[in-house]
């Protein structure tokens, strides 16, 4: 479905606008692939049925779900897709339109559940690295709608190394989360009744999406990997190339100005989070520069000549002192 | 009524642009900030013949800023020493007044003249335009100031692609629109907030030259052989240096502009022990002429005695990027003009650089390879044709987005056309009658020319 895509590229030669990226070209190839790892990790028995909607925006889930439940076996689970409600409902706060009736919610899913006489057994979020849908605000937003990023996320059509960190992060890190964090969920339902079961998932769920304080997150993904140290081990090495490191840069620099409390070294070895720290004092140190340079003469009338602002003339001199010797930037320090 | 004027800081590889809006308007008078026009402004102007004024010819000859300067130098002084910039200690704060201080000293007196020669200029006649190249360093800022605040429509025709980001200083538009090359040049801006209306997409005046030299590759490489000595025998793989100005905490320590250079050289000696002979010609720029010898001079000593000849250079760069069989460069604009000729190209993702990137897109032809990969990339793309092929094909097929209308030639005249468009007198004006007339019939002379 591609009826809420942006409009045409503009007449006047400009760049169209990124958001109707989502879902096209390199990204995706991600999501199938994505979808492809979750179907075969979670569709293992013989009996098992998929139902996969392959559309960007996946159409109501029950509507499929029904009549596929009918034809379930006896020991056989139905894997399939849908929309995220409460990814919507983080990052389209509001009544929920006729887009939000399509989407899957854990609380409602339960409740399905449980009438269809069938158990709840996995709801696995995926799709975090594809922005949003509807061209909400996502959880990457406002990286997401640059064109910086969509030349970031072209490079996973030819550069292994950030097509191998992408996919990493899709599947180590993204669906070790609550739903909540990706627009998509992949739900396994199992043919035999569980009330117990299905009130029980929905209330773990709702509490781990109240508690998404976002150290919380960086728990919830070390909790779900097994032996300890293994998620750094992996990521650093993903992290050897130079491109996939300001792929990741990008994406964690993001996420922590989403959430503060986010800390992304929990993630990363201390050699590369002293690299990241670097970065991101870099561009604090722009940004504080380029203010500092402005504001020292706020409110001096006297700067005003012919109706122009006399220090205009400083800024592009000072900026680049104020770098070199309050921040004292350049100096190649030895040892 | 004042002659019409226009206010005129363009670099002279975009005065095909001037000489289009010349052709349709007929003279006006060309005004150059400052205390001089460059020769060829002069010769140009002489082409037309419009008269050129250099604003400070308009003061009177024993001109002295002081009197101006010293009370708004004095206030400002008076307004630095009480200025508490938040969350910073009491030494940085000293260390940041003085900083200010210096700049004050160092900027303000050419800033009174500048905009006192600018109020003496608007005095004497009608400036309908202020086209510039550089909205941002000292003067080009605030011009671009005194023109806004004089409703003096302004326009910047990028002096590059903003192939990484603008920062800091560069990250605002100074005058009123912004004329870029293709949308790529576009897309920093847009990304920062830029009204997309404030842009236009032009081309670059300065490649409409290529158009010329891109059919003659063997000629050229012929000619750069006999002048620089080049074995006709091996293939071409040319690097364009790089430069950063320390306007950017991204900017790593140290010598960029040696360290890729390093990383190039290390490319072709790692070619040269795999059996790769090549020409390896370094395309600097002629600003760095001491220095950047004695950097090549200092790099080819450290290691082993080297395989491969190299040759440094700071003319030709046409040439070089036409007949190339591989152009190496680091974010560079240079890439760009590689990419309009067919030539392919190989972006270094430097150590410290990277971070401004990504510059190119995967769908543009380029190669990006870190310096590890450097060498694999230039083999790969001098032995394997059909990968050769395939970038090349993709970057033929992407060209527009970084250089409207690829090598049609036609970048001066579409700036020409937009500077024509916006010299037009605001429609509120305050003018009498026949003046009145006079001007919109000239408006509408010109909006037919523009179309």
């Known amino acids: 479905m591609r009826s809420h895509r942006r409009a045409?590229?503009?007449p006047t030669g400009l760049p169209a606008d990124v958001p109707g990226a989502f879902r096209t070209g390199p990204l995706a190839s991600l999501a199938g692939q994505v979808e492809a790892g979750l179907v075969a990790r979670l569709a293992t028995r013989?009996?098992?049925?998929?139902?996969?909607?392959?559309?960007?925006?996946?159409?109501?889930?029950?509507r499929r779900v029904r009549p596929a439940l009918q034809r379930l076996g006896p020991d056989a689970r139905l894997v399939f897709n849908a929309l995220s409600k409460d990814y919507l409902d983080l990052t389209e706060p509001g009544p929920a339109g006729r887009r939000g009736r399509a989407a899957l919610g854990v609380a409602e899913l339960a409740r399905f559940a449980t009438a269809a006489q069938t158990t709840v057994e996995a709801v696995v979020p995926y799709g975090a690295l594809l922005g949003h849908p509807f061209g909400g605000r996502s959880l990457l937003a406002p990286l997401d709608r640059t064109h910086r990023w969509r030349r970031g996320v072209s490079w996973l059509a030819r550069d292994d190394g950030r097509a191998d960190l992408a996919a990493f992060l899709e599947q180590r890190v993204v669906q070790a989360l609550p739903p909540g964090v990706a627009p998509y969920v992949m739900v396994v339902l199992a043919r035999h009744a569980d009330p117990a079961g299905n009130a029980g998932f929905a209330e773990r769920h709702r509490l781990a999406l109240s508690g998404s304080g976002a150290a919380d997150l960086v728990e919830l993904v070390r909790a779900q990997v097994g032996p300890a140290g293994s998620l750094e081990g992996d990521l650093d090495r993903l992290l050897t190339p130079l491109k996939a490191r300001v792929f990741a840069f990008e994406l964690l620099d993001q996420l922590s100005s989403r959430w503060p409390a986010f800390d992304p070294d929990g993630l990363l070895t201390p050699a590369r989070s002293g690299e990241f720290a670097r970065w991101r004092r870099a561009k604090a140190a722009d940004g504080e520069a380029t203010r500092l340079a402005r504001e020292w003469s706020d409110g001096c009338r006297e700067r005003v000549l012919h109706?122009?602002?006399?220090?205009?003339?400083?800024?592009?001199?000072?900026?680049?002192?104020?770098?070199?010797?309050?921040y004292d930037l350049y100096e190649e320090r030895l040892g | 009524m004042k002659p019409i004027a226009v206010l005129v800081s363009l670099w002279a590889h975009h005065f095909g642009a001037l000489e289009v809006f010349l052709e349709s308007r007929g003279p006006v008078v060309l005004l150059v900030p400052g205390s001089a026009a460059s020769p060829e402004l002069l010769e140009l102007a002489a082409r037309h013949g419009c008269e050129v004024v250099a604003t400070r010819s308009l003061l009177p000859p024993r001109y002295s800023p002081a009197k101006r300067l010293l009370p708004a130098a004095e206030a400002l002084r008076g307004h630095l020493a009480g200025w508490e910039p938040e969350g910073v200690d009491p030494v940085g704060r000293e260390l940041l007044r003085r900083l200010v201080a210096e700049r004050m000293d160092a900027e303000l007196p050419a800033a009174v003249m500048v905009l006192q020669s600018l109020a003496a200029a608007r005095a004497c006649y009608d400036i309908r335009l202020y086209a510039t190249t550089e909205d941002i360093t000292a003067r080009g800022r605030l011009v671009a100031g005194w023109a806004a605040s004089h409703k003096i429509p302004s326009l910047h025709l990028a002096h590059s692609i903003a192939l990484a980001d603008p920062y800091t200083v560069h990250a605002r538009l100074g005058a009123d629109k912004l004329a870029v090359y293709g949308a790529r040049g576009a897309e920093g801006y847009l990304d920062l907030g830029v009204a997309p209306d404030r842009i236009v997409v032009t081309g670059n005046p300065a490649w409409d030259g290529y158009a010329a030299l891109a059919g003659r590759r063997p000629q050229l490489r012929a000619e750069l052989d006999q002048e620089y000595g080049l074995d006709p025998t091996l293939p071409l793989v040319v690097f364009g240096t790089t430069w950063m100005g320390h306007m950017t905490g991204l900017e790593p320590p140290g010598d960029t502009n040696a360290?890729?250079?390093r990383a190039f050289l290390a490319a072709c000696e790692e070619l040269g022990r795999s059996g790769v002979r090549v020409n390896a010609v370094i395309k600097d720029r002629p600003a760095n002429t001491s220095r950047g010898e004695a950097t090549l001079t200092e790099l080819l000593a450290e290691g082993e005695p080297k395989l491969q000849r190299y040759v440094r250079c700071t003319a030709h760069t046409r040439e070089f990027a036409v007949a190339a069989d591989v152009m190496v460069g680091v974010d560079s604009n240079y890439l760009v003009e590689a990419m309009l000729v067919g030539t392919p190209v190989v972006n270094l993702v430097a150590e410290g650089l990277a971070i401004l990137g990504p510059t190119f897109d995967e769908e543009s032809g380029v190669v990006e390879a870190e310096p590890a990969e450097l060498a694999g990339s230039i083999r790969r793309l001098l032995e394997d044709p059909g990968f050769r092929a395939a970038r090349l094909a993709q970057a033929a097929a992407r060209i527009g987005y970084y250089n409207r209308g690829g090598l049609d030639g036609q970048s001066a005249r579409r700036v020409g056309e937009v500077m024509a468009a916006m010299a037009v007198p605001p429609p509120e004006?305050?003018?009498?009658?026949?003046?009145r007339r006079i001007r919109t019939l000239w408006g509408a002379v010109l909006a037919r020319v523009a179309r």
């Open chain 1, 8 to 10: 045409a590229p503009a």
């Open chain 1, 46 to 62: 013989s009996g098992d049925v998929t139902l996969l909607d392959t559309d960007a925006a996946p159409g109501d889930w029950r």
């Open chain 1, 307 to 326: 109706a122009t602002d006399l220090t205009l003339s400083l800024d592009y001199g000072l900026v680049r002192a104020i770098l070199e010797q309050y």
């Open chain 2, 259 to 261: 360290a890729s250079l």
């Open chain 2, 429 to 435: 004006s305050p003018s009498a009658g026949p003046v």
